[in-house]
């Protein structure tokens, strides 16, 4: 009896020291960087990413992000405006030196501030306007981790909305529909992680 209890403490801790990882488990990251909407102008965007290494290769987190930039709309760009996503991810590194590349994606909801523009046209005035909604989103990513320094590069996938136009002015106001506002973002963020360094 005494060996085989030896024998399955050996096995248990054979097992643990397999499994032993060379990184800490939970890390916070913090990162600035810019959005580029598929159309329309720039802007910035602020994430917070608290993860959990499964492995030293293999992690899930969380992505609470902002981004404030100008969506296009039609032919024109709209006002600036905030929007936040609230996702799940994954990560699988490809090295386990200090210089540790990844590829990943994440899936959650994006919630889309309203946007509006308006356009003059002799005694005419044009204004377009989408409503705030929120959208199921995916982003596949890359990036890597440099000690404690990280570069990141999403592309967020979400689907379009559709503005309303309402034309005024002139020989009356009438509504008519324009082209869809496109809500994907290419995001690039420098930034840093606390904890989850090396044991």
């Known amino acids: 009896m005494k060996k085989i209890l030896f024998s ?4 248990f801790i054979g097992a643990i020291t397999v499994n032993a990882q060379d990184y ?6 913090l990162g600035l ?11 910035i965007l602020f994430e917070v990413e608290p993860a959990y290494r499964l492995s ?8 609470l992000g902002s981004a404030a930039m100008a969506r296009a709309i039609g032919e024109t760009e709209g006002s600036v405006s905030g929007n936040a996503s609230y996702t799940v991810n994954t990560q699988y590194y490809l090295s386990n030196g200090k210089f540790r590349p990844y590829v990943g994606a ?5 919630s889309l501030a309203s946007v509006s523009s308006s356009v003059t046209v002799g005694n005419s005035t044009a204004t377009a306007a989408a409503s705030s909604e929120s959208k ?38 009438s ?8 809500n994907s973002y290419l995001g690039i ?5 606390f904890f989850g360094g090396k044991n």
Not at 147 to 172: L, M, Q, T
């Open 8 to 11: 399955i403490a050996l096995l």
């Open 24 to 29: 800490k488990p939970f890390k916070l990251g």
């Open 33 to 43: 960087g810019y959005a580029s909407p598929s159309d329309g102008g720039g802007g």
């Open 56 to 63: 030293d290769e293999i992690a899930i987190g969380l992505r």
């Open 106 to 110: 994440g899936v959650g909801i994006f």
């Open 136 to 173: 199921i989103g995916f982003y596949p990513r890359v990036g890597f981790d440099l000690g404690h320094f990280n570069i990141n590069i999403d592309y967020n996938i979400i689907g379009a909305s559709s503005p309303d136009v309402v034309v005024s002015g002139g020989s009356g106001t």
């Open 175 to 182: 509504s008519v529909e324009v082209d869809d506002i496109k």
């Open 189 to 193: 963020r420098i930034g840093g992680f």
